[in-house]
């Protein structure tokens, strides 16, 4: 907690007349929206105290602190994963430090592998729920009595209301045939799924899978903060359309799902 504290501190310092109303996490090949934020600030995660690093080449490692939509935000350019060798305490740090600072809604993103036969390449899944199959969480350990209760209830991990507005949002920006909703299943990695894990993964129920979103979540529920949260399918995998794939490919799919997920996010910042 007193790491928190010291991070929130210091960022508020330099923020003295700044109020954050939303926090922004930009998952991998994502970070196009940070382009149409009025920056007014910007912090590499290195001199924030006891901040983690970034280690994933395609994460900038950066805090943004500006204007987005007429909301004042603050844009993470990069996050932290279980498999870089972070505890999941360091993974959810800057989520509980932006809570500290006053956001009242958090935006999350990802990059992630279709397993719903329905899915095609770019589309855009909101998440309604998800499947938690990390080896740990970040409320293991003692309970930070500050930021919430010792057993959170997860009945609705991702916010209806803004789900709603979210569908609205597409609706209105002719988004809607490249919308779903569905369960996002979050996996340790970093290695991709094997062909038998896929089919695991669709028979308990998932529609998508990732390696990230997931802890972010449980620790945003544990602050009552309200979650919005979207998946770009980066590849499909599911039976008859799964191959091979590297980084490059995930990074080029979700290049053409960029302006779709901008223009989304955009819109619910405007409509909140």
């Known amino acids: 907690m007193q790491d928190l504290l010291e991070a929130a501190e210091y960022l508020r310092q330099r923020l003295p007349d700044f109020q954050p ?47 987005l939509a007429g909301k004042r935000v603050l844009v993470m350019r990069g996050r932290f994963h279980y498999y870089e060798g972070y505890t999941m305490q360091q993974v959810v740090f800057p989520v509980r430090v932006m809570k500290l600072l006053g956001i009242r809604h958090l935006f999350v993103s990802n990059a992630s592998g279709g397993l719903n036969p329905d899915y095609d390449y770019s589309d855009l899944m909101l998440l309604e729920d998800h499947i938690n199959l990390q080896p740990t969480n970040p409320l293991i350990g003692p309970n930070l009595d500050e930021l919430g209760p010792r057993f959170p209830d997860m009945m609705e991990p991702y916010d209806h209301s803004l789900l ?39 028979t308990i129920g998932a529609d998508a899978v ?40 995930i990074l080029r799919t979700a290049a053409v799902a960029k302006p779709r997920l901008t223009a989304l996010l955009q819109r619910v910042l405007e409509k909140l």
Do not use: N, W
């Not at 997931?214 to 009552?224: C, D, S, T, Y």
């Open 164 to 202: 709603r507005l979210a569908e609205e949002a597409a609706q209105e920006l002719d988004l809607g045939r490249y919308l779903r909703r569905g369960v996002y299943a979050s996996l340790p990695g970093p290695m991709l799924e094997t062909p038998a894990e896929y089919r695991y993964l669709r």
């Open 21 to 67: 109303e939303a926090g922004i996490i930009l998952g991998t090949g994502l970070g196009a929206l940070a382009k149409e934020v009025a920056v007014q600030h910007r912090f590499s995660y290195a001199e924030i105290p006891h901040f983690p690093i970034s280690t994933v080449e395609s994460h900038a490692g950066e805090l943004l602190v500006g204007t």
């Open 210 to 249: 990732g390696m990230s979103t997931v802890p972010e979540v449980i620790a945003a529920v544990h602050m009552g903060l309200p979650v919005l949260a979207v998946s770009v399918i980066t590849d499909l995998c599911a039976p008859g359309k799964l191959k091979k794939v590297d980084i490059a490919d």
